[in-house]
């Protein structure tokens, strides 16, 4: 776990010395600003339902932007060699780097308490979906930084990482609305797949069992695979 911590500190640390990650901050909040004062604004509706309802779709395209370059600029490099050398398992790397961008999206997310106090001031706010819909982005999120890892672990190209990211996570967020073809004995199996309806679950404020398995196997899995890749790539 030392190891893991000292590779989460560089990397946190370097993705404030990218402007990378300021435009990618800066796309979020645009985004996530549009859809919540659209809502405030324009239809006269104060309340983050519409906020939560797209952020599945944001995180879809901004997460693989902070995850491409993780492994992909290291593997390109060769820099990802002399790291192997190193005392440190793949586990620790990949465990390093996931919390390092986990963290970087989180402290992303917290310029949007704002829209949760605007939201209060004009009447009374339910705190339950409002703590709901930010522990299921963090979910959410750690799901997509899984994913994002092993893609950017499999190529050294930081662009096909990030669409590779982009299209494995659209996938997820919309399996649930592309059901019409499966066959209904088996509905119920495919329909657990999709990422958008398990976080919509706890952005109501319902925390069920099934959907923090979900999460948390989705993180194994993604982790591990990234493990895996990295260990026959050293």
């Known amino acids: 776990m ?3 911590l000292t590779v989460f500190k560089k990397e946190l640390k370097g993705f404030f010395f990218s402007p990378i990650a300021y435009i990618v901050i800066t796309m979020f909040l645009l985004l996530s600003g549009w859809f919540f004062f659209s809502t405030f604004f324009l239809y006269n509706q104060a309340e983050l339902r519409t906020f939560f309802t797209q952020l599945p779709l944001i995180f879809t395209f901004i997460i693989p932007a902070v995850t491409m370059r993780l492994f992909s600029e290291e593997l390109n490099t060769g820099s990802f060699e ?33 829209y949760a106090f605007s939201v209060s001031l004009l009447g009374d706010l339910d705190f339950g979906p409002v703590i709901g819909g930010y522990c299921g982005a963090l979910l959410l999120a750690g799901a997509y930084t899984g994913i994002g890892l092993l893609a950017s672990s499999i190529t050294r190209n930081q662009i096909i990482a990030f669409i590779l990211g982009m299209a494995l996570c659209l996938v997820l967020t919309i399996f649930d609305r592309m059901l019409f073809f499966v ?9 657990y797949l999709g990422s958008t309806a398990h976080f919509q679950n706890i ?12 999460f948390l196997s989705l993180i194994f899995l993604a982790l591990y695979g990234t493990a895996f890749v990295l260990q026959e790539k050293a």
């Open 2 to 4: 030392s190891a893991a």
């Open 82 to 114: 002399l790291l192997a050398t190193l005392p440190v398992s793949s586990s620790g790397i990949v465990i390093g780097k996931f919390l390092a961008a986990l963290a970087f999206i989180a402290l992303m997310l917290l310029p949007t308490l704002a």
């Open 183 to 191: 066959p209904e004995s088996l509905l119920a199996v495919f329909a």
């Open 203 to 214: 952005a109501r404020g319902i925390i069920d069992t099934r959907d923090l398995i979900y």
